[in-house]
């Protein structure tokens, strides 16, 4: 097999698609740049160096040069001024096009060229901590469990025995929703399709069809012993 010299800088495969001219507009070009971002083994390392980044921090995009090759950003780090980051300092932002999983680079402002390019609204006040979201859970299964119409719809697509376990937190913009998944798309595997249509059951017993690939954000809260950022 060939091998790549390590030094010869490479498109991330999985921001490829956003070479398709449907998905051509910025905004959705920063959200392929989070995706990318949410998948990178540092990315909470590298993030919680910014209290708020994403949250009351609005998620902004740069374009820079540096050392000849021009590209754009999602600001990372640095320092703040007002509403804003302040480009007359070194500021760390972070590259889905460099490398086979995006790479973070420190722009110098006395040397690098940079620029603002998009700015995409923050998800607003943090999620809350672990206690509530395992409460919030809990009610949103009682609520499927005390439902005998829900379970019967459940078993009409899944094996007998089972029971829904996935707990999902959307973002639209600042509006927050967070529920069971009791219904929706699926991926040829079985696992629920985050692009597509889910319905979310709230921990009020209010149910909910939802467009999932609309959202900002995506978290899977608890799933069995698992969580992850989807986007």
């Known amino acids: 097999m060939t091998q790549k010299p390590a030094n010869v800088l490479q498109k991330c495969r999985r921001a490829e698609f956003d070479e398709d001219p449907l998905l051509s507009s910025a905004g959705e070009a920063m959200r392929n740049d989070l995706t990318v971002l949410f998948e990178h083994p540092e990315v909470f390392s590298r993030t919680l160096l910014t209290e708020g980044l994403g949250y009351e921090i609005p998620w902004t995009s740069v374009r820079y040069k540096q ?19 302040d480009l007359s300092q070194d500021i760390v932002v972070f590259d889905s096009w460099l490398g086979e999983i995006g790479t973070f680079i420190t722009l110098k402002a006395d040397k690098d060229m940079v620029e603002f390019s998009v700015t995409l609204p923050g998800f607003g006040p943090r999620q809350p901590k672990k206690p509530v979201l395992l409460r919030e859970y809990a009610q949103a299964l009682e609520a499927w469990m005390t439902s005998p119409r829900l379970q019967d719809e459940w078993l009409e697509h899944n094996a007998k025995g089972t029971m ?5 937190e959307l973002c639209f913009g600042t509006d927050r929703r967070r529920g069971l998944v009791i219904a929706g798309d699926r991926l040829p595997s079985g696992e629920w399709n985050f692009s597509g249509d889910l319905v979310l059951l709230y921990p009020s017993g209010f149910e909910q069809p939802q467009n999932v690939w609309n959202a900002s954000k995506v978290e899977v809260l608890f799933d069995g012993d698992q969580s992850r950022v989807i986007r």
């Open 67 to 85: 050392d000849g090759r021009t590209g754009t950003g999602l600001v990372i780090s640095g320092a703040r001024r007002g509403d804003n980051w």
């Open 164 to 168: 829904p376990q996935t707990f999902i």
